[in-house]
């Protein structure tokens, strides 16, 4: 079974997505980290190049082992969450080529286990087909707040206004994104996390998914008689 979570940076996605696979006991897939790790490799590298960068994620290994991002054979989980990664991680998912990649690779990890996974574009671009569907979002200012958060609980100077803008411009480049723009899918059930704590959120996530399961399980049964 895949549950696919999508929704804007900032609203939960990757905590959450994680704590309902542990509850599941699915695997967890982190899509956003793929594209921060080849952004990542882009900046090493000094690349800016739609099609340099393209080339350079046919390259690359890409492991989300125990979940954790290993970036040719090397741990980079925690610098793929630096400020500059960040920035430049457009780099990686504006470049149709290299979304492409990933999403083949989304597909391999996801094709023989039950799969939580979260990002943009899970329930309408890389697993349509998923029984089941979430759209997790918050307001704008909740949003920014948790950022905030994150990035000075990791001594990381920046305010909140600084926090907001460069939201707003993410939101702007995934709406406007020509593959994977973030869309909530017709089938997709909408979460708001707003006043809720994260226990709360997962809670209503997992019983959507219980709902799911037991349709789906009820749909397979052979007609009676």
């Not at 599941?24 to 090493?44: E, K, N, S």
């Not at 920014?144 to 100077?157: I, K, Q």
């Amino acid at each position: 079974m895949i549950v696919a979570i999508d929704g804007p940076a900032g609203a939960g996605k990757s905590s959450i997505a994680r704590r309902l696979a542990e509850r599941l006991g699915y695997q967890f897939l982190d899509t956003g980290a793929m594209y921060r790790a080849v952004a990542l490799a882009a900046l090493r590298q000094g690349l800016g190049d739609a099609d340099a960068i393209a080339r350079l994620a046919g390259e690359l290994s890409i492991d989300m082992r125990h979940e954790r991002t290993i970036l040719n054979g090397e741990d980079v989980s925690t610098a793929i969450r630096r400020p500059e990664v960040s920035a430049a991680v457009y780099l990686a998912a504006d470049n149709v080529a290299v979304r492409q990649r990933l999403v083949d690779l989304q597909r391999q990890i996801a094709g023989s286990r039950d799969t939580v996974t979260e990002g943009r574009d899970q329930g309408t671009v890389a697993f349509p087909q998923a029984e089941c569907k979430i759209f997790l979002t918050a307001s704008p200012e909740e949003r920014a707040r948790r950022r905030l958060s994150e990035l000075v609980a990791r001594g990381e100077p920046i305010t909140l206004e600084q926090v907001l803008s460069q939201q707003a411009e993410r939101d702007r480049r995934d709406a406007a994104r020509p593959v994977g723009a973030l869309i909530k899918a017709p089938d997709a059930v909408e979460v708001w996390t707003d006043d809720l704590t994260p226990e709360e959120v997962v809670d209503r996530l997992e019983q959507i998914v219980r709902e799911r399961m037991a349709q789906s399980l009820a749909g397979s049964k052979p007609a009676p008689g």
